[in-house]
């Protein structure tokens, strides 16, 4: 397996994410493969927090189920806590809620424990892949709802498309993907070149 990660605009685990073999229902790739192999998290956990400034982050979100990964990794980074924004109906406490439409079109509540935190709190927002950034606009309005502050997004990549202009423009936006790059334009397109050569072992842990 690679020891660098070569360019930032072409790293090597990029091409370690499976492509989807279940049909239309379900997302059109599968980033975990990342998450399984060592190097390859490390190096994502690198790369995403060398663009945060823990100066102006208080906590950091992570959005159900897969956010919850690169949040809690990127908390324990910078010295930060774990909130988790959940899908509705898991919490045993008092709530907030926010409804949402996510990739698949399917309108969803999500839920984050009230209180969770003081007004004016800086909080960062993470989720693995940010495709429509529906799901993403439930966890903004979750937050506002309690006068926290977006203190930005953090991703694998955010898609590019009209609703995340939006996002890039407001917000700053943190990403392994790099904007302008062929990876980008890949994502963008839901089809990556390295599924030609896809081998699940390529994630298997090191």
């Not at 190097?39 to 897969?66: Q, R, S």
């Not at 007004?119 to 799901?135: F, H, K, M, N, S």
């Not at 590019?160 to 062929?182: F, L, M, S, W």
């Amino acid at each position: 397996m690679a020891l660098d990660k070569g360019p930032r605009e072409d790293r090597w685990y990029f091409g370690i994410m499976a492509p989807n073999t279940k049909g239309d229902k379900f997302a059109w790739l599968d980033p975990t493969s990342i998450y399984i192999n060592g190097k390859a998290y490390h190096d994502l956990l690198d790369d995403l927090c060398a663009d945060l400034d823990p100066d102006e982050i208080d906590v950091v979100a992570g959005l159900d189920a897969m956010g919850f990964v690169l949040a809690a990794g990127i908390a324990a980074r910078i010295g930060k806590g774990f909130l988790p924004i959940r899908k509705a109906g898991k919490l045993c406490v008092e709530t907030d809620s926010s409804s949402m439409t996510n990739y698949s079109g399917k309108t969803q509540d999500m839920e984050m424990r009230l209180p969770a935190f003081r007004p004016g709190t800086r909080v960062l927002l993470a989720d693995q892949w940010v495709e429509t950034g529906g799901t993403m606009h439930g966890a903004i309005q979750l937050v506002e709802q309690q006068q926290g502050i977006v203190a930005g997004m953090v991703a694998v990549v955010i898609e590019e498309n009209e609703a995340t202009a939006e996002y890039r423009k407001k917000y700053k936006c943190t990403t392994a993907i790099q904007p302008g790059t062929k990876w980008q334009e890949e994502a963008n397109n839901h089809f990556l070149e390295s599924f030609r050569s896809y081998d699940p072992s390529m994630a298997f842990p090191t």
